[in-house]
Structure formats: C-alpha cells, structure tokens
C-alpha cells in the first residue's frame, strides 16, 4: 500500500486475492503462499472505485466512470471502457455483461466485447447495492424501495415491485428468490 493509504476493497478467487487501497493501487496477491505477483496504479487517488470481480483469467475493476480490465497473471491493463452512466455499485458479472446500478437510477448492462451499453432500465432512486443473480435474472433494488428484475439477455424487465424503502445492506440471493434487509432490522 502507499503512504498514508488505507485498504479499500478486497476479492478473493481461487488462489488469488485481488485488493485495492484508497490510492487506487490494485494488487494481485497470490493466497497460499501471501506474495504480491503484481500491482497496477489504474487512476488517480482521486477517482471513486466501486468495485472488483475476478473472471477466470481477468479481473473487472469499475469506477464510477470506467471500467478496467486487467490480466490476472500479470496485472496488465488489457482495456479500459467508458460507462455511458455514472455508476454506483459493485460489478456483477454476467457472461459478456457488466451490471451495474447508476447514481440516476438506471441499472444497465454494459456490453465488454464492445465497449458499450446494452440495455439499461431506469427506475425512481438511486442504486446503492450490488444487484444479484437469481437462477438467470439480475435483481436490484433503489434508494426509494424500486425492486426490478431483468432477463440479462433478452433485455426485458421481468418483474417489479416496491418495498417501503432502500436496503440496509447487501442484496443475497438463491436460484429463486432475492433477499433484502433493511436497517428497520426487515428483511423482505
């Protein structure tokens, strides 16, 4: 870590643990044996990171405004891709798909082989929370109670619904159903 840095986010995978410290240093750690193989400085200390996934032989790094993608051997930028949004929420990862909630409300699909949005669906709130995979739909829920399920594929909206307000914390799900907490100490 730099000077004066503090730890920011942490991904284990298989023998690897990706971390990023506030500076915005990533570095690639190998877990059985606790060496560093490889530190990248990807931006500014000043650019607001995310979140990281870990894809086989990439890792997705995403900041509000870009997504990075990295060798996971060697830590090499091997791309990097401009959000047509500014986005909130850590990356889930769905085939050639990032998802993503935005600060305007949208969640979208951002297309990597391209470089470009897919689809995006904008709901009232903002998207403070990962979205999820339920079986072969994404969910995601706002600031203001806006549950949306999405065919990450087709595109289409499949469900949506409300809540009394935002969650209190990270979504989780199973094959079928989506889990919400709240701070009211709910749980939907």
Excluded: C
Aim: avoid cysteine; aromatic fraction near 6%.
């Amino acid at each position: 870590m730099g000077q004066d840095q503090t730890p920011r986010i942490t991904v284990a995978s298989d023998d690897l643990v990706v971390f990023q410290e506030t500076g915005g240093t990533v570095s690639g750690i190998v877990a059985s044996r606790g060496e560093t193989i490889w530190a990248n400085r990807l931006a500014n200390p000043l650019t607001q990171f995310t979140g990281i996934e870990v894809l086989g032989e990439t890792v997705a790094v995403t900041s509000q405004a870009e997504l990075f993608l990295l060798s996971a051997t060697t830590g090499e930028l091997t791309d990097r891709q401009r959000f047509e949004r500014l986005v909130n929420t850590p990356p889930l990862v769905v085939g050639d798909l990032v998802v993503v909630g935005s600060n305007s409300g949208e969640l979208m699909g951002h297309f990597m082989p391209a470089g470009l949005k897919a689809w995006g669906h904008l709901m009232p709130g903002v998207f403070i929370e990962r979205p999820v995979l339920i079986g072969d739909l994404v969910g995601a829920v706002t600031s203001r109670g806006r549950v949306i399920f999405v065919d990450p594929i087709s595109k289409r909206q499949t469900g949506l619904n409300d809540i009394f307000d935002g969650p209190g914390a990270a979504l989780g799900a199973s094959d079928d159903a989506m889990f919400v907490s709240r701070l009211d100490q709910s749980l939907y």
